[in-house]
């Protein structure tokens, strides 16, 4: 170690300004916290009822999927405990079997967007350059196609 690495450690002035830093940091890491807090939040409000809870699309998706599981699980249940109640069973099962078609079907579409879209992002930037390069043979080519045209004339 050196003497200005030695003297760079010790120094006042770099305590200082590492405190200084490390406080901001803090203060930013409080602010992105509260974003992201925010971020998640869902809302509903339905006139004067409110309802406000830290759910993300996750959250949601699984309470979804539960929702359905439980709506199944109840209507075989009924089906097989409940003679009268057949037909209610056989409804909760169809429904439920319905709705996870729906969901798998809008998680299937959103996972193809973003297939799509990761694509694109990736092969963008080589799409680009070869256009730029085939841009650059146009160039020439027109260019040398303009130099023989005038040679072409000034002989005629």
Known sequence: ??????????????DTERAELLEIRKKYGKILKKFHKEYRTWRLSLGPIRVKAALSSQHIALIFAFW???????????????QAGRPLGIALVVGSLFGMGSFVSQVWSQAMN??????????????????RELMTEVNDIDERLAKLNETRNDKS
Do not use: C, Y
């Open 1 to 14: 170690m050196s003497n200005s690495e030695r003297n760079d450690s010790t120094d006042p002035h770099n």
């Open 114 to 131: 973003k297939e799509r879209d990761l694509h694109n992002k990736l092969w963008q930037e080589e799409q680009m350059e070869f256009v």
């Open 68 to 82: 359905h599981a439980f709506a199944g699980a109840a209507g075989i249940l009924v089906f097989i405990f409940w």
